[in-house]
């Protein structure tokens, strides 16, 4: 909660956030989910027009996407990008982990951090370790099938935040 004469941009500076990389690679997943029903793969300009992102940026989260195996490129006069499994097999965290690494909201909480000298003793880092894993758990349960179920059937351009 704010203290007193604490604005909200100062809040909001110091929440913990989800990175633009793992926004942005959510927008375009869902954008080739929601194209997947063409016959033609999604080209990358068209997805960096549609969702207003640079095609630089673009094309190093299709990086990691597909290394994860989220995301695959067909090569061709008509390539372009498809997803690599059904929108109801890729989960948020899967999409969160793929740009950004494992998920911890504490630098101690990482897989293979170096043991703090508190570990033991610190009850703090067990609470904060429950709160990670319910993070985790929620978005593991989000899927892309479940996110565009949730869309407005209107036929314009959605926008994907979250």
């Not at 690679?25 to 080209?43: F, G, H």
């Not at 109801?88 to 999409?95: H, N, P």
């Not at 990482?110 to 570990?119: D, E, H, K, V, Y």
Request: charged share 20%; glycine share 6%; with cysteine.
């Amino acid at each position: 909660m704010a203290g007193k004469g604490t604005t909200s941009a100062a809040c909001a500076q110091k929440a913990l956030k989800v990175s633009a990389k793992a926004r942005y690679a959510l927008r375009i997943l869902l954008d080739v989910a929601v194209q997947a029903s063409r016959e033609t793969p999604r080209t990358g300009a068209a997805i960096a027009q549609a969702q207003q992102i640079s095609e630089k940026f673009l094309s190093r989260i299709v990086v990691q996407l597909r290394r994860k195996g989220l995301l695959r490129s067909v090569r061709g006069n008509v390539g372009g990008f498809q997803l690599a499994m059904s929108p109801d097999d890729i989960r948020l965290l899967d999409v969160v982990e793929a740009v950004q690494g494992p998920l911890a909201i504490l630098d101690c909480l990482l897989p293979g951090a170096a043991p703090c000298p508190r570990q033991d003793v610190c009850l703090a880092r067990r609470v904060w370790a429950d709160v990670n894993a319910s993070f985790a758990a929620t978005l593991a349960k989000v899927t892309l099938a479940s996110i565009l179920r949730r869309a407005p059937q209107t036929g314009a351009a959605l926008d994907y935040c979250i």
